[in-house]
């Protein structure tokens, strides 16, 4: 699954990621982005 792989590369970058301070934007720019995603997709 597409969204799957994009799960677990948000997870990879999250880690990698040295400042926590953008976790919450990065976060809320995928779920934005997957939410854009499903709609399009129905």
């Known amino acids: 699954m597409h969204m799957t ?3 677990e ?5 999250s ?3 040295p400042d926590d301070g953008w976790d919450w934007f990065r976060g809320f720019s ?3 982005a997957l939410g854009l ?3 399009s997709a129905t």
């Open 37 to 39: 995603i499903a709609l």
């Open 30 to 32: 995928y779920g934005v």
């Open 5 to 7: 792989s994009t799960l």
């Open 9 to 13: 590369f948000v997870e990879l970058d």
């Open 15 to 17: 880690m990698d990621a």
